[in-house]
């Protein structure tokens, strides 16, 4: 097997010398010109905050004449200085409008420079688990609505190659012992002209997974043509009798591959193969496979400027997600520098959290990720991203996938086994009941974070300084119209950002285990817990009418019946009077009721848990039910 070129997801220093990749073209106003000759004179002798007033007013006025390229490089020149004296908020402020003028321009030159921005900007985030798996699958549809083949319904596969971990190698049954849960998909290089690799195909079949073959055509797409060759190859394929990814002639946008510089010839072969796998091999399923890192040419520039994988993700989310799946098909995080021999596992345990928790709840529609388990201390990154050879990054791994949001067996529209998914934290999604777990993505431009502190109405519930950050809330704690507050500190000390966020917890009620479903939710009136009525006597097996004229509900279960009416304190079960602490009530059309005298009335008992704000209903014999 060749050996493959892991690239880290930016580098600042690169970015940064963006700006000098080309020289303004000056005009002929001697006004305009003598501001340009001055600027140049002081960030010569190396008073660049004097330099940058100047490269202000030269921005601005070659923007008011729509020279956007001068615009555009004198912007830059600001967006380098911001930065790198630590101006953040004015740093964005340029990289976004030279790449606003490279667009004007004609040029895609500013997207690198969007990316720092992103990097570089200040992010609190909050994502909440939810079990609404009718909004978690909405979220992850396409516009079309139709699943992609073997497309999970929610939830992300995880993959791994593993041919160079010691640990695991070709063996794929040993990733379960190695990293303490089994994996989706395995991933495997071949060549085209060489045979379907069965080996690979039987191991993932042993271990219970798919496999992800990367199929390289090293001859160049000329090769590629349908007979025999791929007629067999493809028969093969479904032969193995698992689902497949064929990933033909990736990084096909990169010009260090064979393959690369003819885009409809590589169109027009990536078509055909598509319909020959669908008259051949229904268990393959096609994957198109571009590259989108950044070579990291310079040995002295260490992982650690590269502040997050999660912007490189949004430009093609944004561009492909309404249509298609996304797949990381190869993807990894450096933990340890080979070039200047530095330890990085900080690091890449912040990234690694963003990679297998953020992304996939920020990105619903991303499917899969398949992790490059590699130590490439001789390639020409020089970095190590393989799991098993550093103990504490092991075993973080295996913490972030014990998720059962990350799956790990293919299937057409498969989702996680708990039905649990994770939604932002926002207007829409601040009210839970029992408890609500919490994960944060936060950055900052400082790389690395000294503290989360949460605080809920004023008080402090917890500070974390170790990863992965997350905070579990119990409904009991958080009253209706609470806000939580997330500080974030640097590594000095100093607060450096916070984020509020409004969170409700709402009363939870369970009869024989099962939560009926509400359209009122369950309520606190003058101190007493108001459930709906109907939802919960049906749930008990009752039959329930309303009288509208006399405001007053009849429930029959069997030979009990309880009688109640709106506004009034008495209700009757069985003739039998029972006095309610509040009376019943209309809450938006709906009746609600004591829930103690709702679970009872037909022999049930109830039981209240304050700290999950949770009514229980366990049902009994029914009164005057024969014996």
């Not at 006004?31 to 002798?45: E, G, H, K, N, P």
Request: glycine fraction near 8%.
């Amino acid at each position: 097997m060749k050996n493959k070129k892991i690239v880290l997801l930016s580098m600042a220093a690169g970015i940064l010398a963006m700006s000098l990749m080309a020289a303004p073209m000056p005009v002929c106003a001697d006004a305009i010109w003598d501001r340009w000759q001055q600027a140049d004179s002081l960030a010569a002798a190396g008073q660049t905050a004097e330099a940058a007033v100047q490269w202000k007013f030269l921005a601005d006025y070659y923007a008011g004449t729509g020279d956007w390229q001068n615009a555009a490089l004198f912007s830059g020149k600001l967006d380098a200085y911001y930065d790198k004296i630590g101006d953040y908020d004015q740093a964005i402020h340029y990289y976004e409008r030279e790449n606003a003028f490279w667009v004007k321009a004609g040029k895609d030159w500013g997207d690198v420079k969007l990316q720092r921005a992103e990097q570089i900007r200040t992010t609190i985030e909050v994502y909440r688990q939810d079990a609404d798996q009718e909004r978690l699958r909405a979220a992850s549809l396409p516009a079309s609505g139709q699943l992609a083949k073997f497309e999970p319904a929610y939830g992300a596969y995880i993959g791994m190659y593993s041919e160079q971990d010691p640990k695991v190698g070709n063996y794929f049954t040993n990733i379960d012992d190695v990293y303490g849960k089994k994996h989706a998909i395995y991933l495997a290089y071949a060549h085209f002209g060489q045979p379907f690799p069965t080996i690979y195909a039987q191991r993932a079949k042993e271990a219970g997974g798919a496999l992800q073959i990367a199929w390289e055509p090293d001859d160049g797409l000329s090769s590629v043509t349908d007979g025999a060759y791929l007629r067999e190859w493809a028969r093969a394929a479904k032969a193995s009798g698992i689902p497949i990814f064929l990933r033909f002639a990736s990084e096909m946008n990169g010009n260090w591959i064979n393959w690369h510089g003819n885009p409809a010839a590589y169109i027009s072969k990536f078509r055909m193969l598509h319909d020959v796998f669908a008259e051949e091999a229904p268990n393959v399923a096609m994957v198109w496979s571009p590259s989108d890192n950044y070579e990291n040419g310079d040995p002295s520039v260490p992982p650690m400027l590269a502040t997050s994988n999660v912007e490189r993700l949004t430009r093609i989310y944004n561009t492909y997600a309404d249509r298609k799946p996304i797949m990381l098909s190869e993807t990894g995080v450096p933990h340890y520098s080979h070039a200047t021999d530095e330890d990085f596992t900080e690091w890449a345990k912040l990234n690694l959290q963003r990679l297998y928790e953020i992304m996939p709840y920020k990105y619903p529609r991303l499917k899969a990720i398949t992790y490059f388990n590699v130590d490439q201390g001789q390639g020409k990154a020089r970095n190590d991203y393989l799991l098993s050879d550093n103990h504490e990054i092991q075993n973080y791994y295996s913490q972030l996938i014990r998720n059962p949001y990350l799956l790990s067996s293919v299937s057409e529209a498969a989702q996680p086994a708990d039905g649990i998914g994770y939604v932002p934290l926002d207007a829409d999604h601040q009210t839970f009941t029992k408890t609500m777990k919490l994960i944060p993505f936060i950055k900052i431009p400082d790389v690395y974070i000294g503290k989360v502190e949460y605080e809920l109405n004023g008080r402090v519930l917890a500070a974390q300084s170790d990863l992965p950050y997350g905070l579990e809330l119990q409904a009991g704690a958080v009253p209706e119209g609470s806000v939580l507050k997330i500080r974030v500190f640097n590594k000095a000390g100093k607060q450096v950002a916070s984020k509020s966020f409004g969170v409700s917890s709402q009363i939870a009620v369970d009869v024989d285990g099962a939560r009926p479903s509400f359209t009122q939710a369950p309520l606190s009136i003058s101190g007493s817990t108001m459930v709906p009525l109907r939802a919960i006597f049906e749930a008990m097996g009752a039959e329930v009418s309303y009288d509208a004229t006399t405001k007053t509900v009849t429930a029959q279960n069997g030979c009990t019946v309880a009688v109640l009416s709106i506004d009034q304190t008495t209700a009757y079960v069985n003739g039998t009077q029972v006095q309610l602490e509040v009376p019943a009530q209309l809450v938006n059309g709906y009746t609600v009721a004591p829930a103690r005298f709702v679970g009872e009335a037909f022999g049930g008992q109830v039981s209240w848990d304050g700290k999950m704000r949770t009514v229980t209903i366990t049902k009994g014999k029914l009164r005057g039910a024969s014996r």
